[in-house]
């Protein structure tokens, strides 16, 4: 009788055990626990503006404001945040209107405006050091060897130096190449990967074939592309663009730029996307009458630069740029060029935005809803990258990606965060 009662105890302490467990993997996987994980360190908020926070009306919340000035707080399914004034605020939380939770510093800045774009540029930049995009093998006299694969070199690694000198073109390292191989020297070079840069030994070979001392590699010093501008300053001028880096083409990786034009381009047609192929604006360098300006740094939601003087064609009021919080589901519209050099808006639904606070290329999803856009591309295309995002007279994003077998949907990233690259002169 009592081994039969105490085999019921472990049973039933088991069940105990594992309800309990389950419990609190329930809470821990719950949403307000999500809430709870999830909400920000520190917050920002445009004077004379809302900031919603999300939250859940299951956990309720109570805020007390750590200084004399009034911070209104109106909590619901999100927490709503607003104050007239700039300043910095230290909030302290409490949860169930009660328990401490922790302090919450709040720093209300002014309002960031900017100029939306949607014009098409083209742009050329010279990069920070040599890209290699191909290895060669070369022909001595029917001895072939591919010199620079054996001292390590990949495609896509950036040669930032040849025998000490900064490699700031093509025909530079040709000259020192020759030189060294007609001393019967290596050539040394300092190259940057993937990883980590290194120095590489590269022993030239005579081509028969060129010629010419060779060190079995491609490079370029120049790289181009298309996309839109985003905005700029109505101040200063200082435009930003693509919403995502400029690549080297081979690799994908994000080059270093030592300066750059940017352009208008004259859009002469468009390739529809499918499931199947993505699509893409065709166009021509316009010249500098609507687009003109110098590149002067690649960040990691775009280009930045100058531009010479404000588009003729295109949006010219200044709207306040969007905090991530501030950026909701619903309605909005994208900015860009199907035909010629003249902008157009188009309809567009955001169906998901990131609780981001940090930058990142991927912060909102949104679907094409205007037939008109739907009709003439099929939804995004390349070019469109850098289309600037208005929802609620406000800019709140920049076109970043399209979802290749359902072109109809694509990401954008915040525009907040584009304005807080230290390159754009905000950060």
């Not at 105890?9 to 719950?30: F, K, M, N, P, Q």
């Amino acid at each position: 009788m009592k081994s039969s009662e105490r085999s019921m105890r472990s049973v039933w302490r088991r069940i105990v055990g594992l309800a309990g467990a389950a419990l609190v993997l329930i809470a821990g996987t719950a949403a307000p626990a999500q809430r709870l994980y999830q909400f920000p360190q520190r917050l920002e908020i445009p004077a004379g503006q809302d900031v919603m926070v999300p939250w859940t009306r299951w956990l309720p919340l109570s805020v007390v404001n750590g200084n004399s000035r009034p911070l209104m707080i109106q909590s619901a399914a999100d927490l709503d945040f607003y104050t007239p004034t700039s300043g910095h605020y230290l909030l302290h939380l409490r949860l169930f209107g009660w328990l401490p939770w922790r302090g919450l510093p709040v720093d209300v800045t002014k309002p960031i405006y900017a100029v939306p774009g949607g014009q098409s540029i083209g742009v050329v930049v010279h990069t920070r050091g040599l890209i290699v995009t191909n290895l060669t093998v070369i022909d001595d006299r029917g001895r072939l060897s591919d010199p620079a694969g054996a001292a390590g070199i990949e495609r896509g690694d950036v040669i930032m130096r040849v025998d000490g000198r900064l490699a700031t073109s093509v025909s530079l390292l040709r000259r020192r190449v020759a030189r060294d191989g007609a001393q019967h020297r290596a050539v040394v070079l300092w190259v940057e990967g993937a990883r980590a840069g290194r120095q590489r030994v590269v022993a030239p070979t005579w081509s028969t074939r060129t010629q010419s001392w060779r060190l079995g590699l491609a490079v370029q010093d120049r790289t181009s592309g298309v996309g839109t501008l985003t905005f700029f300053d109505p101040r200063t001028h200082r435009f930003t663009a693509l919403g995502h880096s400029m690549t080297d083409g081979v690799t994908r990786r994000p080059i270093g730029i030592l300066a750059g034009r940017a352009m208008g381009a004259d859009i002469v047609g468009v390739v529809p996307a499918s499931p199947s192929q993505p699509g893409q604006k065709v166009g021509v360098l316009a010249g500098p009458a609507n687009i003109s300006g110098v590149v002067t740094a690649n960040g990691r939601l775009g280009i930045v630069g100058q531009l010479d003087h404000p588009p003729i064609w295109g949006p010219a009021q200044a709207m306040p740029v969007a905090f991530p919080d501030q950026v909701h589901v619903g309605p909005a519209e994208i900015v860009t060029v199907l035909h010629g050099q003249h902008p157009q808006m188009f309809q567009i639904e955001i169906l998901k935005t990131a609780a981001q606070y940090s930058p990142s290329v991927k912060g909102l999803l949104f679907k094409v809803t205007d037939p008109r856009l739907m009709e003439q591309t099929g939804g995004i295309v390349q070019g469109m990258s850098g289309s600037p995002i208005i929802q609620s007279g406000r800019v709140v994003g920049a076109v970043t990606h399209v979802l290749v077998n359902r072109p109809w949907l694509g990401f954008g990233c915040y525009a907040y965060w584009m304005a807080q690259q230290s390159s754009y002169g905000l950060g």
